[in-house]
């Protein structure tokens, strides 16, 4: 795999000239530093996130929680109602939350931004199984997620050290280019959303990645082009921060002022039992436009999944079951189980 992927351009020399940074990325449409945040803490933060990983059962038992060695058998992922449960219980750390706010990630999203930012509050954390590569969060661009404005940044950054065959994320450098939101179809994956690169000649579908180390950090705006590479490992479980920033003054999508949604949480459940108070509601001292999410990528994303149900898909088959099986009690599930009637799969 490592042969067909080219390097990350590191930054770190670029680190304190906000001008090259942003020629940077409106040239390459990301960034990509070596420890720009805290080996230490974030050796720290691994330890904390994964002992609750084991107590929720998806580490096995007696073994030390940063070596991560999943139970496999315990596979899941999101929208999947087990992994609410245990997801559920990481989101509401308080130490999970706290590291989007750390000086150096903020500082360094504000070099690249040229005006003064706001983390998002839907924080999220990406936990990965190893073996379960159908699952992998296909090839995307935020927007269709997280909306707002295109000048959205995700900082994404491994827990921990993350090789290739664990799983890291890779980006097509210069895909932000194309300046609009690219069609996106239906896919298994975090998102549920892939685009089909093939479908867009503009992009040269060059992937570029590394092997990254605890403290790296990796920097781009909702247009660029994105996936997760596979966990190839045999037995070890991925774990990432994946936490968004914006201007201050610049739209923000209503559902991301929300806990991320398969924690299946309120922010009362998330705060019930922090030691502190700073950060809670943080975001209501800022001033940025509301507005209201766009449902329509994932109602095609799921009209899709319905057409290539009929058609025989297993994969669009697993995901109206899932439908079915975790959300009951929606127009989803409903249209769901028409599809399986007619097919006489139920």
Request: aromatic content about 10%; glycine content about 6%.
């Given at each position: 795999?490592?042969?067909?992927?080219?390097?990350?351009?590191?930054?770190?020399?670029a680190?304190?000239?906000?001008?090259?940074?942003?020629?940077?990325?409106?040239?390459?449409?990301?960034?990509?530093?070596?420890?720009?945040?805290?080996?230490?803490?974030?050796?720290?933060?691994?330890?904390?996130?994964?002992?609750?990983?084991?107590?929720?059962?998806?580490?096995?038992?007696?073994?030390?929680?940063?070596?991560?060695?999943?139970?496999?058998?315990?596979?899941?992922?999101?929208?999947?109602?087990?992994?609410?449960?245990?997801?559920?219980?990481?989101?509401?750390?308080?130490?999970?939350?706290?590291?989007?706010?750390?000086?150096?990630?903020?500082?360094?999203?504000?070099?690249?931004?040229?005006r003064?930012?706001?983390?998002?509050?839907?924080?999220?954390?990406?936990i990965?199984?190893?073996?379960?590569?159908?699952?992998t969060?296909?090839?995307?661009?935020?927007?269709?997620?997280?909306?707002?404005?295109?000048?959205?940044?995700?900082?994404?950054?491994?827990?921990?050290?993350?090789?290739?065959?664990?799983?890291g994320?890779?980006?097509?450098?210069?895909?932000?280019?194309?300046?609009?939101?690219?069609?996106?179809?239906?896919?298994?994956?975090?998102?549920?959303?892939?685009?089909?690169?093939?479908?867009?000649?503009?992009?040269?579908?060059?992937?570029?990645?590394?092997?990254?180390?605890?403290?790296?950090?990796?920097?781009?705006?909702?247009?660029?082009?994105?996936?997760?590479?596979?966990?190839?490992?045999?037995?070890?479980?991925?774990?990432?921060?994946?936490?968004?920033?914006q201007?201050?003054?610049?739209?923000?999508?209503?559902?991301?002022?929300?806990?991320?949604?398969?924690?299946?949480?309120?922010?009362?459940?998330?705060?019930?039992?922090?030691?502190?108070?700073?950060?809670?509601?943080?975001?209501?001292?800022?001033?940025?436009?509301?507005?209201?999410?766009?449902?329509?990528?994932?109602?095609?994303?799921?009209?899709?999944?319905?057409?290539?149900?009929?058609?025989?898909?297993?994969?669009?088959?697993?995901r109206?079951?899932?439908?079915?099986?975790?959300?009951?009690?929606?127009?989803?599930?409903?249209?769901?189980?028409?599809?399986?009637?007619?097919?006489?799969?139920?």
């Amino acid at each position: 795999m490592a042969d067909e992927i080219r390097a990350l351009r590191v930054s770190n020399e670029a680190m304190d000239d906000p001008a090259e940074l942003q020629r940077r990325m409106a040239d390459e449409g990301y960034l990509f530093f070596r420890r720009l945040q805290n080996p230490n803490k974030m050796r720290e933060l691994r330890q904390e996130m994964m002992a609750t990983i084991q107590r929720v059962g998806w580490l096995v038992a007696g073994t030390d929680p940063t070596d991560a060695i999943a139970d496999v058998s315990k596979q899941c992922t999101e929208g999947h109602k087990e992994y609410s449960a245990g997801y559920g219980e990481v989101y509401k750390m308080e130490a999970f939350h706290r590291a989007a706010h750390w000086p150096e990630v903020t500082a360094m999203v504000e070099k690249i931004v040229g005006r003064p930012i706001m983390p998002h509050p839907q924080k999220i954390a990406r936990i990965w199984f190893p073996k379960y590569t159908e699952h992998t969060t296909p090839t995307h661009q935020d927007f269709v997620h997280f909306q707002g404005n295109f000048e959205t940044y995700t900082c994404w950054a491994p827990v921990g050290d993350c090789p290739m065959e664990l799983g890291g994320l890779a980006v097509i450098p210069g895909s932000h280019k194309v300046n609009r939101v690219l069609e996106h179809h239906f896919s298994l994956g975090a998102g549920s959303l892939v685009v089909e690169t093939d479908e867009h000649p503009e992009i040269d579908p060059i992937w570029h990645s590394t092997d990254y180390e605890a403290g790296d950090t990796l920097i781009f705006p909702a247009l660029t082009i994105h996936k997760a590479l596979p966990n190839y490992t045999e037995d070890n479980l991925r774990l990432s921060l994946d936490n968004r920033y914006q201007a201050v003054g610049d739209p923000i999508a209503e559902h991301m002022l929300e806990p991320h949604g398969p924690s299946a949480l309120g922010w009362e459940d998330v705060y019930a039992n922090w030691s502190a108070d700073d950060l809670k509601y943080y975001w209501r001292n800022y001033d940025n436009p509301v507005v209201p999410r766009d449902m329509s990528y994932a109602e095609k994303g799921f009209a899709e999944a319905l057409d290539m149900a009929r058609a025989g898909n297993e994969q669009a088959l697993y995901r109206l079951r899932q439908t079915i099986k975790n959300t009951p009690d929606t127009p989803n599930a409903e249209k769901a189980q028409g599809v399986l009637v007619e097919m006489g799969l139920t």
